[in-house]
């Protein structure tokens, strides 16, 4: 059955650096986002993105995060200058079919973040 | 301002009995709802959906009311087995492409 899988599990960084984190979404879905969740809080919408662009984004992604679509299969979240409130786990989620079409998203296994 | 709520924290049940699980959304018109199931240190993985035009919807032991008027989801679990502990979501498609989650309702079953 086919998954979205996200690289790495677990990254650990300083203060200050930046940050990729990897998605594989499923190979026939159209929508992409990026969550995240820290820890013992809900899961926060950060973006969508669709047609290479973004499609919506939150009050969350500013101008640290950026999202990519560098090759056929990769969705990429960079975070150019981590801070110790970006620490948590960034889950990828991928959509068949987009806007209000009535269908589900898949998740990804989540990479933790934790800032130095 | 916008908000979804979901009912206490934590919710306690005996084995074999119905778990409810409560939804509740304010300033929002969602076109549909989800419910989404959490383990610890995992992703969430998608259980049901239901449209505004639709009442109630069922899948096995599963089953999903949605009240446009309430502004209100029921989750059930029926004959709830101690598998079913975990934490369960609910999700808004707030605009075309953005979805907000709840805060999440940890369900326990005792053995």
């Known amino acids: 059955e086919p998954e979205v899988t996200q690289t790495p599990s677990h990254q650990v960084t300083q203060m200050g650096q930046e940050v990729i984190l990897r998605c594989v979404p499923i190979?026939?879905?159209?929508?992409f986002y990026w969550y995240r969740q820290i820890l013992g809080q809900k899961v926060e919408f950060l973006v969508s993105?669709?047609?290479?662009?973004?499609?919506?984004k939150s009050e969350i992604f500013d101008d640290q995060f950026s999202v990519e679509r560098p090759d056929g299969s990769n969705f990429t979240l960079k975070i150019r200058s981590t801070k110790l409130e970006d620490s948590a786990m960034y889950f990828c989620?991928?959509?068949?079919?987009?806007?209000?079409?009535?269908?589900?998203?898949?998740f990804g296994p989540g990479t933790r973040l934790t800032v130095l | 301002s916008q908000k979804i709520e979901q009912n206490s924290e934590a919710l306690n049940i005996q084995e074999g009995k119905t778990a409810t699980l409560t939804c509740n959304y304010t300033?929002?018109?969602?076109?549909?709802l989800q419910w989404y199931r959490q383990d610890p240190g995992r992703g969430p993985v998608f259980l049901l959906l239901?449209?505004?035009?639709?009442k109630e919807k069922r899948k096995e032991r599963l089953k999903v009311t949605f009240d446009t008027t309430l502004k209100q989801s029921l989750f059930h679990i029926t004959a709830s087995q101690p598998a079913d502990s975990a934490t369960y979501l609910c999700?808004?498609?707030?605009?075309?492409?953005?979805?907000?989650f709840g805060t999440g309702t940890s369900l326990t079953v005792i053995p």
């Open positions: 993105f669709y047609n290479n662009e973004i499609s919506e």
């Open positions: 190979s026939n879905h159209l929508y």
């Open positions: 300033n929002y018109s969602p076109a549909y």
């Open positions: 239901i449209r505004e035009n639709e």
């Open positions: 989620a991928s959509r068949r079919q987009g806007s209000r079409s009535y269908n589900e998203q898949f």
């Open positions: 999700a808004l498609l707030i605009t075309g492409n953005q979805f907000y």
